[in-house]
């Protein structure tokens, strides 16, 4: 006796049932995998315990919110902190690349150059970079080129206003000392401004180098030997870790100081001129956006400050016994009296 034959229409039915059955997931759901989600590393040379450090990744993230991305939904970030040491960001940005981030945000020159020596392909994002061009890690501001852009300090380019600064709240000032630290490449451009800025001013500069905080203490000391009467603290991520020590050696040592970095004067510094980091990473999840998108770092300028601040902090002012003319007074953005 023979087996009855199912309708065309049934058998059909049945099979496609079937390999449902067997596969296990609908074609629907297939069609329908949820997209993948980007992510992001974010490397500084700071410590992950600094309250500044941690507001200006803080800020990055603000930065991507405002955009609508939502960490751990939409994006993630994988945040690695050097806690001061240059010798840890090799082994950090070649751990972010092990991770196989979409894209590397880094802060600061050093942070930048480990990254770009761990990878010539993952899009890379410098955020408060001193000068990019003449530290080799973009071709030109204009056209990158390779795959690193971002955001630069234009920290060289300040460090004649904040001389001439100096020259304003010290009127009789012959002999300024700069601060810096020769193992930071992004030190020399901001040093031969200063040279350069010295030479217009007519004041003999008094160069002195510091690589790590147990230098700093004799660097102060022979300010004062040499008779400096007023100090240039160049950006750097060693003197940010360590600026309340260098905010009382100068108070210490009697000297009026000029910085690049806002933290400095809220550490106690006299006074800061230039461009504020926190804003600069902030508009660093900007490009992070461009490139999530399909851009070509190679392809977008590098974006120079559009914001520049001066900040006196009147306490350490009265300290000093300094009077800060009022015509530099008025062109404060803020000052701090507490």
Known sequence: MSSPQLPTVDRRAFLGGLALSVFGVPLA????????????????????????RIALSDAFREGLRGLGYIENRSIGIEARF??????????LAAELVRLRVDIIVAYSTPATKAARDATRTIPIVMSAVVDPVATGLVASLGRPGGNVTGLSLMAPELIGKQMQLLTELVSKVSRVAVL???????????????EAAARTLRVRLQPLQARGPKDLDSAFVAMTRERAG?????????????????????ERARLPAVYGIREHA??????????????????AAMVVDKILKGAKPGDLPVEQPTKFEMVINLKTAKALGLSIPQAVLIRANETISQ
Request: charged share 20%; hydrophobic share 40%; proline share 10%.
């Open 180 to 194: 810096w630290n020769p193992g930071n490449p992004s030190n020399e451009p901001q040093l031969r401004e200063a």
């Open 82 to 91: 050097a806690e001061g040491s240059y010798d840890r960001l090799p082994d």
């Open 230 to 250: 007023a100090v240039v603290v160049l950006v750097e991520g060693v003197f940010i870790d360590n600026r309340a020590q260098i905010a009382r050696l100068a």
């Open 29 to 52: 759901a297939v069609a329908q995998a949820p997209p993948k989600v980007p992510k992001v590393g974010y490397l500084s040379i700071g410590s992950a315990s600094d309250p500044r």
């Open 266 to 283: 809220e550490a106690g510094g006299l006074m800061f001129y230039g461009a504020s980091p926190v804003d600069v990473n902030r508009r």
